[in-house]
């Protein structure tokens, strides 16, 4: 760390520029037991909202939640064959409990496919019991050798759907809406704007059919996998015999999908956002939207900004009524303080906005508002402070979405790239590369060897070039897909 005041820049170093913002900010810390993480109150704030945002998203998109255990019968892994090997080297096991060592090992949860359709199949008989639109929120374990803090973690938190169905469209149809449930998230909430495509067969999901994910750019110009929706296919169901009676008769197995985000978010969150004075938060994911900082000299000046300051929390917080604050306000009273030492904390937890107020702002019947993203400031009468604030939170989460969208596109190559120019751009400032693709997985992976750049996604339409490219980036020969490639965490 540069020093007890500044941050590392993002320029100089943003590894450690990132991992000093989620830690000075108070985001998280680093647990007693290696490659796990404490979510500190104002990180879990920030996943609270996200969680309750996407849970309404996916209640009014027919889901229920439910819960299955943490321990699975590491039998159950070995019955989907993909999904074993995909799995297999990062599971944590438990060999003894109670004293004695068990009859069989059991998994602590990687992800949670084979438990639930094995219930799936004992609750099925119908087609009339179809389709099933499940969500849990639960913790993982994934034996990670590298980790960072939110961005990889051997035990984090998600969600994660599964679903049944009678057939291939209607899977198919619900791991493309539920992507789109993402998108909508990730750029309405998050501000974070993401690609979304389809992953290639080297990268899709162990045990899937398709996997389609949503990948985000962050100001270091590598990607970031947001998030994952898979249409399974009948691959577990067939593992695990579940079937159904058709509509006709038929005895038939049935079409199953998986999709999740982890609090990984988080760390896209800061990536995307953050500058060289610390974390930004996008006001519908604030713990907190305004802070007020009292000023004043004097016990009397003490007295009456405090007093103007719990009036203006209550006023525009409605802390008084029952239901839900209309705004998420605090009151910086701690003593012992200068403001400029308290203005600095704030910025550094991203708070959206602050409200400078003093004894001559409540003789003028105003206070100072400042914005975080953009550091305007500028007096506001109190009289109209409730309609300035609520105005500006809005502006703030659109220009914040609009700022990540203009440095993507900024950083994005679309024009025919040699694989000689690639290679250099993946080797300095990066960026997303749009560029044609043979469909050999050989290709891919030549690449991804020799410049650590992988195909993120085959990007859906309306993210594809205008002039379609004709040629593979790496061997010339003509182009089957247009490909998004890049760097990534």
């Not at 892994?77 to 080297?89: D, I, N, R």
Request: glycine fraction near 8%; include cysteine.
């Amino acid at each position: 760390m540069a020093d007890d005041k500044k941050l590392t820049t993002r320029d100089a170093d943003f590894s450690a520029w990132y991992n000093e913002v989620v830690l000075r900010s108070e985001l998280a810390d680093y647990s007693p037991v290696k490659g796990c993480m404490v979510i500190r109150p104002n990180g879990y704030g920030i996943w609270e909202r996200m969680q309750r945002q996407l849970d309404d998203m996916f209640k009014a998109t027919g889901h229920q939640n439910a819960y299955f255990p943490l321990l699975i019968p590491e039998s159950f892994l070995h019955k989907e064959a993909q999904h074993v090997e995909g799995f297999a080297p990062e599971a944590a096991v438990v060999t003894h409990g109670g004293g004695k060592k068990l009859e069989e090992p059991l998994i602590i949860r990687p992800t949670s496919e084979t438990i639930i359709y094995t219930m799936f199949a004992k609750w099925v008989q119908s087609y009339r019991d179809l389709p099933i639109l499940m969500n849990q929120w639960a913790n993982v374990v994934r034996w990670e050798m590298r980790t960072r803090l939110f961005l990889r973690t051997t035990e984090f938190l998600w969600q994660e759907g599964h679903t049944a169905h009678v057939s291939e469209a209607e899977a198919e149809e619900e791991a493309r809406k539920m992507l789109g449930v993402y998108r909508d998230f990730m750029e309405g909430w998050v501000a974070m704007p993401v690609v979304t495509g389809r992953k290639t067969d080297s990268e899709r999901f162990a045990g899937a059919l398709r996997t389609y994910s949503c990948e985000a750019m962050m100001q270091d110009n590598k990607a970031l996998q947001a998030g994952t929706s898979h249409n399974l296919g009948q691959n577990f169901a067939k593992a695990f015999d579940l079937k159904f009676q058709a509509e006709n008769g038929a005895t038939e197995h049935a079409w199953n999908t998986s999709w999740g985000v982890s609090t990984r978010m988080v760390g896209g969150l800061v990536m995307t956002h953050g500058d060289d004075t610390g974390l930004r938060v996008p006001p519908l994911l604030a713990p907190i939207e305004l802070v007020i900082v009292p000023i004043y000299r004097t016990p009397d000046e003490q007295t009456l900004v405090l007093e103007a300051a719990e009036r203006i929390r209550k006023s525009l917080g409605d802390w008084d009524r029952r239901e839900p604050a209309r705004l998420r306000i605090h009151v910086d009273t701690r003593e012992g303080m200068k403001p400029g030492a308290k203005y600095y904390e704030w910025e550094l937890r991203g708070v959206p906005l602050r409200l400078e107020i003093g004894p001559r702002d409540l003789a003028s019947n105003q206070g100072v508002l400042v914005r975080r993203d953009t550091r305007e400031k500028r007096p506001v009468s109190l009289g109209i402070l409730g309609e300035e604030v609520s105005d500006t939170l809005s502006r703030m989460q659109r220009d914040m979405l609009a700022a990540a969208l203009d440095r993507r596109e900024a950083n994005s190559v679309r024009a025919r790239i040699d694989y000689g120019a690639f290679k250099e751009l993946m080797e300095g400032k990066g960026g997303f590369v749009y560029a044609g693709w043979c469909g050999d997985a050989a290709c891919e992976a030549q690449i991804k060897d020799e410049t650590k750049a992988t195909i993120r996604c085959l990007p859906d339409e309306e993210f594809q070039s205008a002039t379609k490219p004709t040629e593979c980036l790496k061997c010339g020969r003509p182009s089957t897909v247009e490909a998004l490639w890049a760097r990534a965490y």
